[in-house]
């Protein structure tokens, strides 16, 4: 260890491990540089380091929420999944954490955030698991760029079996009896296809082959914002006859197959509404285009179609999620219960008080 005057300054010229240091005197006079050399042997002779730790940077859960929006979000999900996530940082997130250090964020501080949610917002459970699945991303990703060591534990909520709605073959005549033009052709191919309501008002003529009486999912629209179908994979849907003849009978003024006046894709705001009135005026009760999916698979289902053909169709990532609709007739549970007892006969009387479908 070394005393050096370069100029005004004292400099310390530090040889370890074979690697050689030079610091800075904070005294310009000899007696202080000499005073600090000093100190620095000392530190050395106690193993200490040389440099002051610097203190770690304590970061807010908006910070890393933010930055986590714009890096990893923007560059992992599609344009409409970024958007729905800033969407729930913005309204509920960020709100309730924004100024807790994002390192102090406990087991408890979840279970409040879940109390806040169901109590004062009044959301559904499956609402607010997806709030919390969204919070668990963000903070272990904090944890891969070592902003944090851990997070805390998250449990999710319990959400009841979910129910849905679908159309009998009478309610589908009286609905497509009662519409008209554009809404009449766009309700009869998302029953006939099982379409996602996005994936609907996407559709453009050159995803129809005519030829072969095919339709091919390429795109979804979701809040305006057009990008991939769902699970980012297309499909292809046969076209029944009926399908094939209305489409042949459309005009091709726009890109888009359904549009409004200006050649632009429909918005499910406009949809909404005209499908709640062909309700009204079919004497029917409201119902949402979802329930056009629910009543294609639940048809197919209950016509013994295969599951693993359903789910294709749907494009479901999961036969789990196809198994919802597996629908059957009370006749075929009564052939199941036959063949366990070929001599046993149901009384007709009481089977017709039974249910006509239920759900596995």
Known sequence: MTLLKRGNSYWID????????????????YKGAKAY???LRQKLARGQPLEEAKPEKKYLFKEVALQWLETYVRNNNKPSEYMNRKSILR???????????????????????????????????????????????????????????????IKLLKVP????????????????????????????????????????????????????????VNRNIVRGIEGSPKNNKSRAVPLTSSVIQ????????????????????????????????????SSLRKITWHVF?????????????SIVAIKELLGHSDIRITMRY???????????IATLEPSFQFNGTIASQVKEKILI
Request: glycine letters at 4%; a positive charge.
């Open 91 to 153: 309204s509920n997130l960020i709100p309730f954490f924004g100024d807790k250090r994002i390192d102090t964020i406990s087991t408890y501080d979840v279970e409040c955030f879940k109390h806040y949610l169901l109590q004062d917002k009044m959301l559904m459970p499956k609402s607010i698991n997806n709030y919390l699945c969204i919070l668990s991303r963000c903070l272990k990703s904090a944890v891969e760029w070592n902003i944090i060591k851990d997070i805390p534990k």
């Open 161 to 216: 079996p979910q129910k849905f709605d679908y159309l009998s073959e009478i309610e589908i005549d009286k609905l497509l009896e009662h519409a008209t033009g554009l809404w009449h052709d766009m309700i009869l191919l998302a029953l006939r296809t099982g379409l996602r309501f996005g994936e609907l008002i996407a559709l453009q003529w050159r995803d129809i082959n005519f030829t072969e009486g095919i339709l091919t």
């Open 293 to 305: 999916r629910h009543t294609f698979a639940s048809h197919l289902a209950a016509k013994k179609n």
């Open 14 to 29: 530090i040889g370890i491990n074979r690697a050689r240091f030079r610091k800075r005197s904070p005294d310009n006079s």
């Open 37 to 39: 050399e000093l100190l």
């Open 246 to 281: 209305t489409l042949s009978n459309k005009k091709h003024d726009s890109v888009y197959i359904f549009h409004d006046e200006n050649g632009k894709p429909l918005t499910y705001k406009v949809c909404s509404i005209r499908l709640q009135k062909i309700c009204k005026m």
């Open 326 to 336: 597996a629908h059957v007739n009370l006749s075929v549970l009564q052939s199941a």
